[in-house]
Every structure is written in structure tokens, then in C-alpha cells.
């Protein structure tokens, strides 16, 4: 079992960054590839980000390539979302989740552990 916390969201105006940050117990975190994923009001849940269990690859959504940045510290059993140049059109709850691998993918269904969500808005 795996335990995943989310915190760093909030208000911010367009233009504007926020880090998100999640906080991962229960098993052995360097081991899994974990990703970003966000829900609008009435929009599926999408994919926004991952990274591989060490670290060395990492990928984006095309909506976001370029102004996001996915990281982790595997010592701290934390992941990172540095979100620069906001956009209203981010405006979700957020999601960490964990891998059922090491090398990750873009496919919901390939994610077994899920924090809790924290809400972004981008105010325009």
C-alpha cells in the first residue's frame, strides 16, 4: 500500500507559478515511476506529467511542455510540479499518483495509487 499527499495549490493570477509538491509513504518510493494528473469541473481526468522511478526520464502533455517541470527527491519520498506561466485553462484539482512500473506512462489505468487532489485556480 501506498500513501500519497498533495499540497502546494491555490489561487494565483495568470502568468503567475505554484509548486506543487507529494508526499509518498508505504513502500518503497525510488522504485515506481509516478505522475501529475489533473480534473476539471466535468472533464475527464488527464495526464500532465511523469517521471521513471530514478528520475532520468520524464514527459509532459503537449499542453504544458515547456512551462512545467516534474522532479523528485527519492531520499525524501517526494515528488515535485513547478508550474510556470499559468494559464486560466489549468485551473483543476490536481492529482499525484504512483506507477504500477519503474519507467512510468501517460495511461490512467496504469496508475493503482492516488492522493487526494489539490485545487489550482488560475484567475485570468
Known amino acids: 500500500q501506498a500513501q500519497l499527499v498533495e499540497s502546494g495549490g491555490g489561487l494565483v493570477q495568470a502568468g503567475g507559478s505554484l509548486r506543487l509538491s507529494c508526499a509518498a509513504s508505504?513502500?518503497?518510493?525510488?522504485?515506481?515511476?509516478m505522475g501529475w494528473f489533473r480534473q476539471a469541473p466535468g472533464k475527464e481526468r488527464d495526464f500532465v506529467a511523469g517521471?521513471?522511478?530514478?528520475?532520468?526520464?520524464?514527459f509532459y502533455a503537449d499542453s504544458v511542455q515547456g512551462r512545467f517541470t516534474i522532479s523528485r527527491e527519492n531520499i525524501k519520498n517526494t515528488m515535485y510540479l513547478q508550474m510556470n506561466s499559468l494559464k486560466p485553462e489549468d485551473t483543476a484539482v490536481y492529482y499525484c499518483?504512483?506507477?504500477?512500473?519503474?519507467?512510468?506512462?501517460?495511461?490512467?489505468?496504469?496508475?493503482?495509487?492516488w492522493g487526494q487532489g489539490t485545487q489550482v485556480t488560475v484567475s485570468s
Open positions: 508505504g513502500r518503497t518510493f525510488s522504485w515506481y515511476a
Open positions: 499518483a504512483a506507477h504500477k512500473t519503474n519507467w512510468g506512462s501517460k495511461d490512467v489505468d496504469d496508475y493503482n495509487y
Open positions: 517521471i521513471s522511478g530514478g528520475g532520468s526520464h520524464t
